[in-house]
């Protein structure tokens, strides 16, 4: 015989408190990103009447994310939902790994070369790496940076590396 909905033995409903675990704890992190904001941006002159300042936004969509956070937070609380999940830290690695490669490699090595070598990077950072459909979708990306930047929007970045040139 099957399981009821809302059983023990149902993966969806959790003990204590706390209905929608995921749920409850997302908007814990939304409200901490957005108080971080409030904080980082205290420092930029706002809203003086209906003159808008360089900290007006940042403040207005911090405010925004706090309210949607602790909306999410309030519904883990009162609505069942879906557990916490394992965090794994293989993607969040080989992305920032990505980054920082491309932001070592983009002058010495220009565009072309570091673009294509970030994105095999942060290819790493799926399991399910197909490296035929990677370095298809790599290079048409590579060459979409490579008109769009300096072409496009006219930037001063070098294509290839010094010695190429």
């Keep these: 015989m099957s399981e009821a909905p ?6 969806i409903v959790s ?4 209905k929608g675990p995921q749920d409850f704890w997302g908007g814990i992190v939304l409200m901490g990103i957005a108080l971080f904001a409030l904080w980082a941006s205290s420092n930029l ?3 003086r009447g209906f003159s808008f300042g360089p900290g007006t936004a940042p403040r207005m969509f911090a405010v925004l994310l706090l309210l949607l956070g602790a909306g999410v937070a309030l519904t883990g609380l009162f609505m069942k939902g ?9 993607g969040l690695f ?5 980054i920082l ?5 983009i002058r010495p090595l220009g565009l072309v070369v570091s673009a294509m070598l970030s994105f095999v990077i942060a290819a790493y950072g799926s399991p399910e790496i197909k490296w035929k459909e990677t370095l298809i979708v790599g290079g048409l ?7 769009l930047f300096p072409y496009a929007l006219g930037l001063p970045l070098d294509l290839y590396p010094s010695i190429l040139r």
Excluded: H, K, W
Aim: aromatic letters at 8%.
């Design 141 to 147: 990306l590579t060459l979409g940076c490579s008109l």
């Design 15 to 18: 003990s204590g408190r706390i």
């Design 6 to 11: 809302g059983s023990a033995n149902d993966p």
């Design 82 to 90: 879906e557990p916490l999940q394992r965090y794994g830290v293989r």
């Design 45 to 47: 002159p706002g809203m």
């Design 94 to 98: 080989f992305v920032t790994l990505a």
């Design 101 to 105: 490669s491309f932001s070592v490699t």
